[in-house]
Nanobody, 124 residues
Framework: QVHLVESGGGLVQAGGSLRLSCAAS????????MGWFRQAPGKEREFVAG????????NYADSVKGRFTISRDNAKNTVYLQMNSLKPEDTAVYYC?????????????????WGQGTQVTVSS
């Protein structure tokens, strides 16, 4: 069982930056593939970024490549999402997720545990 708690969301102007954090419970954090997803009002939840166990391999949605960076600190059981050059279209609730397989790292169905979400609002 893994319990995930996101933090770091807020209101920021376009062009600004935020760093989201996701703290995970449990002693086996390093075994999990971690992902960030987001859901805007009236839209389906979509993949943002994912990172494998050893943190050497990452995946990004095309819409955030070059602006967002996912990282993890297995010693602190924490995964991060650094978001730079934010745009109004990045406004959404951001969710952290954990899964045991990297096969479906970009899919909602590839994860077993989810956090409660943190709101990110980017004003124009």
């Amino acid at each position: 069982q893994v319990h995930l708690v996101e933090s770091g969301g807020g209101l920021v102007q376009a062009g600004g930056s935020l760093r989201l954090s996701c703290a995970a419970s449990g002693r086996t954090f390093s075994r999990y593939v971690m992902g960030w997803f987001r859901q805007a009002p009236g839209k389906e939840r979509e993949f943002v970024a994912g990172i494998r166990w050893g943190a050497s391999t990452t995946n990004y949605a095309d819409s955030v490549k070059g602006r967002f960076t996912i990282s993890r600190d297995n010693a602190k059981n924490t995964v991060y999402l650094q978001m730079n050059s934010l745009k109004p279209e990045d406004t959404a609730v951001y969710y952290c997720a954990a899964g045991l397989s990297a096969v479906f790292i970009t899919s909602n169905n590839g994860y077993d545990y989810w956090g409660q979400g943190t709101q990110v609002t980017v004003s124009s």
